[in-house]
């Protein structure tokens, strides 16, 4: 073969040799685009599975946060429907006297940590009505009898007494009206009592100086000294009928009132009966000197009847200490009197009937004057107040009543005791009333103070704007001129700043320290606005801040946070919140 042919031949199988390997490498291209091809894809749609699951789970958490939201809302919906509803509940418990069932209600809404807090002004209002007294003072274990302010000390003397035979009664001291320093001045002897006597204090009786008590136990009178509770004194010559006891304006003779109807006069220094005033018809149940010690008053029935209509048979006398003898009869007293009080002025007598009404009799003219209706039931305990313009009164509704005389209405109302009011007492300055029931417990008041009062008066101009602090305790009260802080209590001016600008929007700080006013200057409001921050207690201005015109007085805002245009309270609130946030 010769080298041409060879040559030709080798030529071809190069040339099919390179076709082969070119056609498996174009193969193999191929083939290798395909794999990225499908890898690609699937990457593609790994990456399009994986948006769409994390777009689910996204669209997951909406829903599950809008429905965690509306639950919330649901959930926030519902307590302000309940607090609104437990709101006229316990109105409802106040106007029933139920004080204490109002309270219980109202502490369900006392604001829990990261709760926001529902309460408004009608919840510190209500809170206030069920909390109006002073304080409560507990100690008693037995239904109290009988109350007394040991002179101007202001120490308050209670006597409880013990309807089932059961225990003895006792006499307990209370230094300045407080229940830290208490003392039991007194505990009943144990021993059989007398028949027809409930264990326990049925009288008591201080006298002017406020050195002594006199009291009566199982028809025995015991003079004490009330620093000590030492007895000075034991009487014991009525064979155990004594029911009534007071002191004479000089502090040594003392009145003791029987059963039998006898009243005697007894020296507390000796110890011995220095007159017999007389007799009435029926039995002592309370006695009391005029203020110059010329007069006795004393109140008598059947304590013992045992029935309804005999109980309705009381009368109501008027003694002349010296000369021993019976000078009037008060012809307006029909029933049982329970209690009697003559006023510092020695020229009234009020007496607490069973038939619910308190007489008032003028010793002067001798007759029963006016008749004074308020209690639902019988009235327990009558008590004047120093300045001889107000009565109190406690009856068996549960309710003490502070008396306008003049007027001849109830401009007090206080309800505390879950059950009768039995026993009155009045500080020497007034400025404590005391009240005792069969609850055991002892409430202080301050008679001054009407819970119940909603009016305050004597504003130069129209009311434009008001605002309440977060405690409740203080109102801003602005007019065009004028911003006044009120006591919501007291309901009084406690302060009046001296704006010098046209008032359209007010705030006040939680605490009641700080106020914001917001007007236009000028004598019409007619120059650029000015927004303000009071410091109340010092009545001047802290800052001030030039503001554009205030175009639109601001109004009073509700619970939605709306006034009564529409305009948002955010502003306020958050004025407000700062101010807190300063103070």
Known sequence: MSAAVLATLVALVAVSVTIVIGGLNAE?????????????????QQQQLAVAAETKSQQEKVVAQRAEVAATQSKERVRQVLYAADIQVARNHWAANRPEKMRELLEQHLPAAGVPDLRG????????LANSQQRTLRGH????DTLAFAGSTGDLLSGDVEYQYRTAGTLRKWPGGRADEASTLFTQPVSPTRAGYYPGIRALAVSPDGSRCALVDSGVVRVLNVETGEQARVLDAFNGSAQAVAFAPDGRQLAVGERGGEITIWDTETGDKSATIGKQTLSIVRLEFSPDGTRLAAASGDSSAPTWSQLLNGELWLWDVKAREQVAQCRGVRSFVNDLSVNA???TVAAATMEGTIVLWNMKRTEGDRILRGHSGPVNAVRWLPEGRYLASGG???????????????????KGHSGPVTALAVSADG?????????????????RVDPERTIIRDFPYAIGTLAYSGD???????TYTQVSVCDTLRLEKRHVLPIDHWVFATAISHDGRLVATAGNQGSRGEEPGVVK??????GAARHTFDRPRVAQPGGVCNRRGQDNRGVSRRHAVGGRRRLSRRA
């Open 28 to 44: 193999a291209q191929q083939a290798r685009m395909a794999a990225e091809q499908s890898r690609a894809l699937a990457e593609e």
């Open 121 to 128: 002004f009608e919840w510190h209002y209500l809170w206030r």
């Open 141 to 144: 274990a037995q239904p109290i």
């Open 345 to 347: 002025q020695g020229t």
């Open 396 to 414: 068996d509704d549960g309710t003490v009543q502070v008396w306008d005389i003049g007027r001849e209405e109830a401009k007090q109302v206080y």
């Open 431 to 447: 400025n404590l009333l005391a009240s005792g029931g069969r609850d055991t417990l002892i409430q202080l008041w301050d008679p």
């Open 472 to 478: 409740g305790q203080w109102l801003a009260i602005g």
């Open 533 to 538: 921050i009071w410091d109340v207690t010092a």
